[in-house]
């Protein structure tokens, strides 16, 4: 069966955009680490004043408290898909489920600290979302936002019915944030043999054991 052309690479974003989104994601890691270390407990104000930013500028960006981690936790999954679509790139690519096992563990193993330090904030969420429905709401959110955007890199990858990527990108969906949970609820290391890397890759051939459109190499 014919494949999908490569889609068009995605815009450069204006100098504006790009700023607005560094002030986000700045926003994101002050209100993660004051969530990881206070519980529900913290204010929009508070994150507003630890960020150095004026609780309007903070209104202009997100429309609560529990909105502010919001791309914090989106930067991982924009990363893991475009990995995806890199691995997949180019004669040699290994089959589907071969690249999404190698991005989903190379997406939850930290390469260097700022990387551990984003999971342990994003353990401390999670911690604190059984007291916090919004929250848990925006780790919903965004997981489903994920699924979305893996449907089309595995259409065009695989070539599958529609049914069959829905299943796989829910599968593998499922498996990354199952990992993040299942790890965050114990002690291990981020980079250790226990860690979400380790975990999601366990949970991904569970989940995909029954799609035989995985195998398939892109070409």
């Not at 691995?87 to 290994?94: F, H, K």
């Not at 071969?98 to 994003?122: F, I, M, S, V, Y």
Request: hydrophobic share 45%; proline share 10%; net charge neutral.
């Amino acid at each position: 069966m014919p494949t999908a052309p490569h889609p068009e690479p995605r815009p450069r974003p204006s100098l504006t955009e790009r700023r607005k989104a560094e002030t986000q994601l700045e926003i994101a890691r002050t209100a993660a680490a004051l969530f990881a270390e206070r519980g529900p407990g913290v204010t929009a104000d508070e994150i507003a004043r630890a960020s150095g930013v004026a609780l309007r500028t903070f209104y202009r960006y997100f429309r609560t408290k529990e909105d502010a981690v919001a791309p914090l936790l989106a930067v991982g999954v924009r990363q893991w898909i475009d990995d995806l679509a890199a691995m997949t790139a180019g004669p040699d690519a290994p089959p589907v489920r071969e690249a999404l096992e190698a991005a989903a563990r190379r997406a939850l193993t930290p390469a260097g600290e700022p990387a551990a330090e984003a999971l342990r904030w994003t353990r401390g969420l999670l911690r604190a979302m059984p007291g916090d429905p919004g929250l848990r709401a925006v780790w919903h959110r965004v997981h489903h936002d994920s699924e979305e955007a893996l449907r089309p890199v595995l259409a065009r990858l695989t070539g599958a019915d529609p049914l069959a990527v829905r299943l796989a990108a829910a599968a593998a969906n499922t498996a990354m944030r199952v990992a993040v949970e299942e790890w965050a609820a114990g002690e291990e290391r981020p980079d250790g043999p226990h860690g979400p890397g380790e975990l999601v890759v366990r949970g991904m051939r569970a989940l995909t054991a029954g799609l035989p459109e995985l195998n398939k190499c892109h070409k």
